[in-house]
Every structure is written in C-alpha cells, then in structure tokens.
C-alpha cells in the first residue's frame, strides 16, 4: 500500500487490506463525526453498532451518494451472477416508481422527480458526463407519468396489491432474493472473508455444523433478508443512475473508464476478499480517519509569569488547558530556536532567538495580555505548557 491510502485503514491482525483509490471527502466527514457506525472496531463493532453493520453490511454506501467510483465498485463486488443483475435490473425501476406513487395522496410526485432529476443531473455534472446526465433526467421523467397512473390505481382500487407500498415490499424483497447466490459478505456471517451461504450453514464438506448451529444461522439468514428488502429499498434510487450508467457502458460509453473501474472490481473480486468500506482489499477492514500534519498550538498568556495557557482549537471550544507537561520552547508558535548558555554560577541559561515569522504583537496586547514577542523582549521566555488534547511530538 502507499503512503496516501495505507494512512486511512485500521488494519484487522491476521488480516492483508489494501486501498486503490482513497476515500471521498463526504466518506471522511461521516468517519470523523459518526466513527462507531462507519468505521466499527474490529469490522463489526458490539451491541446497536454490530446491528447497525449486520443491517446495512455497507454503512458507507448510504452516505456516499455522489461517489460513483465507489457506488460502481460496490455494484460489481455484490452483484456478480447474472440472477443478481438481471433481478435488479428488473426490480429497481419499479421500486423506484412505486416510491414515487406513495406521494400520490400528498400531489407531491412532480417535486419528487424533479429532486430525483436534479440529484442525478448534479452527479453527471460532478462527473463531468452530460450524455449520462441526459438519460438521467429523460430517466427522471418517464417515471413521472407511471408514477401517476400507478398512485390513480391505488386510489381508486382497494386491493393490496394495486397499492404502491405492496409494489415497494415485492420489488425489495425479490430484489434482495436475487443475491442467494451470491458469497456472503463478512460482516453478515461476522467472520474475517467473504463465505458461500451453503458452506456458511451447512459448514464446510467433512466439517458439518450441529443442528442447533444450522437452526440459530438459518434464523439469522431470515433476520438478513428482512434488512436487506430495506436495504434494497433505500439504495433503488441511488443505483438507479449506476445502472443506468452500466447500460450506457455496454453501447459503447465511455470505454477507459468502464475498463478502468472493471479492473478495479475483478482484481478485488479475484482477491477473494473484496473490501466493504473502500476499493480495495481486505474484507471487514475498518477505515479511520487519516493523519494530519503536526498540529501548531495557539497559545497565548493571561500575563508575563502564569503557566496558564489557552487553547484556541474549536475542539477545546474555548476552554483554558493546563497539563503537567512542559514543552520546548523552540516548538512555539512564535518560532524562536532555543540555546543554552552558562550562567555565572554554573547553572544552564537558556536564551531564544528570532528565526521565523513575526507573531502579532497587538492581538492579545489590545486585552492586556502579554504576547510570546513581549516575553520574549523581557529575556525571560516562560515555559508554557501544552495543549493536553493537541500534544506535540517530543513533549
């Protein structure tokens, strides 16, 4: 792995990960501000957040609705038979207007598919593909009108299944039917790989597992099918425009790019353990959100003896730190080099030396507050302590 994407991975012990394309700027907000559900420890993570990765196996996917590599990437690694793609091929447009029919009551189809059209015409745009963006919004408006005979079949029949929410449950439920044979994913079978659904409820030839291991995983495969009609559901109109993109793709759109992301899939594909979380390898393989560079303190004195310091990073919100901890003075913000000199009885002295840029005499001197440069023209440097949350290396 290189340095730019080998920053963002919590490696699993026991366990080779590699990334190929590094993760999108939406991906990192939701791992920094929501990390037990789009980053679970350990791939899977303990009580409502292991629930949380059974039921949505991918978390990432829902928040990524502008990422196309990745969406592509996902779209290839779980759907590789032809009964997959073939089953959402079929189902995903109906779901699709059948969503839209349940605003029928409301008068609210035509915004709907207009919010529809503009979110796939944005994403063209993002991607620079206005052939794409096109059939996405002539997409868009040829669901409009069958959503609208489809929500008139409802209101004036009183059968379930003329009624929209019934098409929405059918279309989820075979759609998530068309993956039974398809491997199962590590984090619904809570293992390290990818595991064929015979081979994960009957055990291995040779190796069976007990009936009350057969009955509790058979349960469990119920339970994953329930979570994955929703799961279907909600990604419909997200994967529309990917398939939409996928049929382009076969007459003859955009040729280097369907060969380049195709590459990508079949290389993790033939790993054997395609990652969940990113492109790459390494199955249940956690993200996390990558390094910075070395955080520069903001410190300031509330006057020319206190140790008091004061940490201006919205993470502190205001608050003053202090720690035990001493920190060099050639590593202020001020920018001065430290050097030692011999006093006259012996004792080390320690003086300080301009070597950077110039520090703000006025901002802090205004409130009456003795800035590092004042220190530093009395001679008398104090050691201000570190930022307990933002240490500095070698403190």
Known sequence: MDEPTVRYLDPIAGLDAAMWVPPSRG?????????????PAGGTG????????LATVTPSTNVTGLNLVYQSYL????????????????CMPVIVTALLALLFPVHAILPAAIVLAAWWAYWAVKERDPVWGGCGI?????LYPLAQALGRLGAAEHSPLAQPWALVLIGGALQAGSHILEPLPPRVTRSMHWVAPAQYLLGRPGHRNPAGTVARRAAQLAAQAIFGTVDEIVASPRLLPVLLLELLFLFGHHPARRAAWRALSAQAIASGNPALDYIGTGGPTPL???????LKPHYRATNASSPRTWCRRRRC???SCRSPQSRPSNQRRTGSQSTTQSRGDGQPRRTSRRVTRKAPAAR????GRATPRQHHAQGDPPDRPPCPHHPLEGA
Not at 288 to 294: L, M, Y
């Open 27 to 39: 991906q990192l907000f939701w791992l920094r501000f929501a990390p037990a559900f789009f980053a």
């Open 46 to 53: 303990r009580g409502l957040v292991r629930w949380w990765a």
């Open 364 to 367: 802090a001197g205004r409130r």
């Open 75 to 90: 779209n290839h690694v779980f759907h590789r038979t032809r009964l997959a793609r073939a089953g959402h091929a079929v």
């Open 317 to 319: 919100r205001g608050r």
């Open 138 to 142: 002539a997409l868009a408006a040829a």
């Open 288 to 294: 996390r959100t990558g390094p910075t560079a070395p």
